[in-house]
């Protein structure tokens, strides 16, 4: 059974800086895309940040140069370092674990808060 945990979320403010997790079970980061995700309350998800099999890192325009996504493939688990925090970046972080180059449907976790304050 494949899971994926988030944790890392919490409040803080602008300017500070949190740490993500996505700890997994039932699947090699190392042969999954990873991805995280946000929604924020009335919009759509959208993509944060992403790594490939490969190490290929990829950011959403807002969080360029703030956020940083990495994998630890002896732990099975997946980050985001987010750094100079700001209020429109509050939103549930989803972790998102993709086979390569297939349309199967890919694992989702549950999500965490990120509420950051002005």
């Known amino acids: 059974q494949v899971q994926l945990v988030e944790s890392g979320g919490g409040s803080v403010q602008a300017g500070g800086s949190l740490r993500l997790s996505c700890a997994t079970s039932g699947i090699l980061v190392s042969m999954y895309d990873m991805g995280w995700y946000r929604q924020a309350p009335g919009k759509q998800r959208e993509l944060v940040a992403a790594i490939t099999t490969g190490g290929i890192t990829d950011y959403a325009d807002s969080v360029k140069g703030r956020f940083t996504i990495s994998r630890d493939n002896v732990k099975n688990t997946v980050y985001l370092q987010m750094n100079s925090l700001k209020s429109e970046d509050t939103a549930v972080y989803y972790c998102?674990?993709?086979?390569?180059?297939?349309?199967?449907?890919?694992?989702w976790g549950q999500g965490t808060q990120v509420t950051v304050s002005s």
């Open positions: 998102n674990a993709r086979i390569p180059r297939t349309q199967i449907k890919p694992f």
